[in-house]
T-cell receptor, first 116, second 115 residues
Framework: EAGVTQFPSHSVIEKGQTVTLRCDPISGHDNLYWYRRVMGKEIKFLLHFVKESKQDESGMPNNRFLAERTGGTYSTLKVQPAELEDSGVYFC??????????????FGQGTRLTVV | AQSVSQHNHHVILSEAASLELGCNYSYGGTVNLFWYVQYPGQHLQLLLKYFSGDPLVKGIKGFEAEFIKSKFSFNLRKPSVQWSDTAEYFCAVNAAGAGSYQLTFGKGTKLSVIP
């Protein structure tokens, strides 16, 4: 079974530019999560999709971040325009069922975003 | 809102030494608790989890953790570490029954095992 795949693995962009991160969850997993780790800090929740619907987007930092999951398969996270403080590692995770008590969330390797 | 504190930023041990990584959380309700590990260049993977029942949980690769409710702690232990345990370890908590499936992570502890 293929794992959660994220593209690109590393992105370096200038402040003010746009970047789009992609996450391909494990096939059949309806639940998809985005997390972010800013250097030296905790991994923080951004949002949770159930199929194509946003179940919980309470962690999205501001309206420069836009997450989509058209068709309920892969997801994209767009940052527009990027700011220096957006630098960090963006993780994606997926799980078959909602919640944590009855299933495990599988994580991707992350996308390291550097804004210069 | 819940938070997680991991006491050690970086731990250095020799092979065969015993390991204990501290984790405390702050949340007044029922919690689900996790330890994740990230080996160099790899994805985060689940080591073990606690939902209910026996507070001593065993995970993969010889790791175990004990949930002490009165201390709001979920420390990770391994009796004898190996060089291959070199990785970053993350404690995480989910507020059970709160209607949200998000995990709250600690800052992580880097473990370096010297051969």
């Amino acid at each position: 079974e293929a794992g959660v795949t994220q593209f690109p693995s590393h992105s370096v962009i200038e402040k003010g530019q746009t970047v789009t991160l992609r996450c391909d969850p494990i096939s059949g997993h309806d639940n998809l999560y985005w997390y972010r780790r800013v250097m030296g800090k905790e991994i923080k929740f951004l949002l949770h999709f159930v199929k194509e619907s946003k179940q919980d987007e309470s962690g999205m930092p501001n309206n420069r971040f836009l997450a989509e999951r058209t068709g309920g398969t892969y997801s994209t996270l767009k940052v527009q325009p990027a700011e220096l403080e957006d630098s960090g590692v963006y993780f994606c995770a997926s799980s078959r069922y909602p919640g944590v008590s009855n299933t495990e969330a599988f994580f991707g390797q992350g996308t390291r975003l550097t804004v210069v | 809102a819940q938070s997680v504190s991991q006491h050690n930023h970086h731990v250095i041990l020799s092979e065969a030494a015993s390991l204990e990584l501290g984790c405390n959380y702050s949340y007044g309700g029922t919690v689900n608790l996790f330890w994740y590990v990230q080996y160099p260049g790899q994805h985060l993977q689940l080591l073990l989890k606690y939902f209910s029942g026996d507070p001593l949980v065993k995970g993969i690769k010889g790791f175990e953790a004990e949930f002490i409710k009165s201390k709001f702690s979920f420390n990770l232990r391994k009796p004898s570490v190996q060089w291959s345990d070199t990785a970053e370890y993350f404690c995480a908590v989910n507020a059970a029954g709160a209607g949200s499936y998000q995990l709250t992570f600690g800052k992580g502890t880097k473990l370096s095992v010297i051969p």
